[in-house]
């Protein structure tokens, strides 16, 4: 009997953590099933992390060619200074490939990069038709994936005033853009350095960092976006790998970069437990 005792304690369940961000939710990727919920399907701002749907519509695109060039336009750097938007520093005139729109979009958040792919993408003989056209397919691809409590009204989280998501629906988003081997090897990069090209025909380098510091904090971290501002406060959308175990998730409004930090080293703990 009292080995039956101990051999109940060994397999007990780990403790349900306690998080300060407003909500969370974790998955086990492989099989689908809920980890951890609190609050996760309650619709909040989801700042920067948004561009996770701007990079998976991005990628959606048929016969997409990742080499392809894109001028920098006037138009996205005078929108990132209007704006007072994180930036991947793009250079009016540089010509940038599709792929090293993806790191400048994904690694230092720039939200020039992600008006660059709009503009790309987007179907429609006005840059504002192309940004309503690209727009409109970040919330197509959202009901497809059965995102019941998300819109999007920009393409990289500067909302208008109806820009929202749960953490449930970050999860289901992350989840389905894992699946593509280039979202995966871009969300995972510490930091890059691209060639591009200069107006005159020249090259320059880009340097980019990654703003998710989970990469460089948390063993087996494989992903995947952060976002804050003023509604947002800090989120981070999050996944990691140990052994053939993939956790996923996502935690909105924390109240600081140091408690989103805590909370997801939190759940990705109780994750790999369970």
């Not at 996205?76 to 400048?104: F, P, W």
């Not at 690209?134 to 019941?148: P, S």
């Not at 107006?199 to 340097?207: D, E, F, I, L, P």
Request: glycine content about 10%; overall charge positive; aromatic content about 8%.
């Amino acid at each position: 009997m009292a080995g039956g005792l101990f051999t109940g304690q060994a397999y007990a369940a780990p403790p349900t953590p306690s998080i300060t961000a407003a909500g969370g939710f974790v998955m086990n990727n492989g099989t689908g099933t809920t980890l951890f919920g609190k609050a996760a399907d309650t619709r909040r701002s989801t700042g920067s992390t948004t561009k996770i749907m701007t990079a998976k519509v991005v990628l959606a695109q048929r016969g997409l060619n990742l080499d392809a060039k894109v001028t920098v336009q006037k138009a996205y750097s005078d929108y990132i200074v209007s704006k007072n938007a994180s930036s991947a520093r793009l250079i009016v005139g540089d010509k940038v490939t599709v792929r090293q729109l993806l790191y400048g979009l994904m690694l230092p958040s720039g939200c020039d990069a992600a008006y660059a792919l709009a503009d790309k993408f987007g179907t429609g003989t006005t840059r504002a038709a192309r940004i309503k056209s690209f727009i409109g397919k970040m919330n197509t691809e959202a009901r497809n994936l059965g995102m019941r409590n998300t819109h999007f009204d920009s393409f990289d989280g500067i909302s208008n005033g109806s820009n929202y998501s749960t953490p449930r629906d970050l999860t289901k988003l992350a989840s389905s853009a894992m699946k593509n081997s280039t979202f995966r090897t871009v969300v995972k990069t510490k930091s890059t350095k691209q060639k591009v090209t200069t107006k005159t025909g020249g090259y320059r380098y880009m340097s980019w960092s990654n703003t998710n510091k989970l990469l460089s904090t948390y063993s087996g971290a494989i992903g995947l976006k952060t976002g804050s501002g003023p509604q947002a406060k800090y989120c981070l959308v999050f996944a990691a790998t140990r052994g053939s175990k993939t956790v996923i998730g996502a935690v909105l409004a924390s109240p600081s970069e140091a408690n989103r930090a805590t909370d997801v080293k939190k759940l990705l703990d109780y994750g790999f437990a369970r």
